[in-house]
């Protein structure tokens, strides 16, 4: 249910947004179209992001971290949009964590992320197309190794990053099973279903 309304308030902001567009050329119009995604999923990013609570210790799944992959992922080899995606997403989810003196380490960890992951899916793409895979299963590929490696090179940059600034409130070992395992595994299911909702909206949109 959660995936719908995150689908229904996209379609409807874009279609509302792209009523005022008649005038503009086709590759302005695609170009706005596509701001006007990435500005939506940080914010819905952003809005999961503080309502979504603690897993026990001062730490939680990262939905926003989520929304960037999407954003990556949508704006393919766009490296500009990555990176000032990532810093937005690092803004909000400093503003809004629940750990304690988590703000540094989470503007560190989305811009040491992006540009890893930026690396991992160009890599991911270029396997993709000297195996010859169709575009589908190429980008399901993509999908269901971007969400897990991302969210373990953000989880793991995160805790190091706090460890070293204001020190973690548990172990290290503790906090990567208890909080970054299961945001992996949220993280990539909760993702693939997310993306393919969001990609069917777009498809939708960008053809009007």
Known sequence: ???????????????????????????????????VMNALLLAIGAILHQITPALGLPMQPDFALAMLFIIMIINDNDYKTSLICAIITGVFTALTTKFPGGQLPNIIDKIVTVNVMFLVIIIINKISHLTKLNTKLEKNILVLLVFPIGTLVSGTTFLLSAKFIVGLPASFSLLFVTVVIPALVINTIGGFILYHAINVSLKRVLTV
């Open 1 to 35: 249910m959660a995936w719908s309304f995150v689908k229904f308030i996209i379609v409807k902001n874009l279609n509302k947004s792209y009523l005022c567009l008649g005038g503009i050329q086709n590759e302005k119009k695609f170009k706005y179209k596509k701001m």
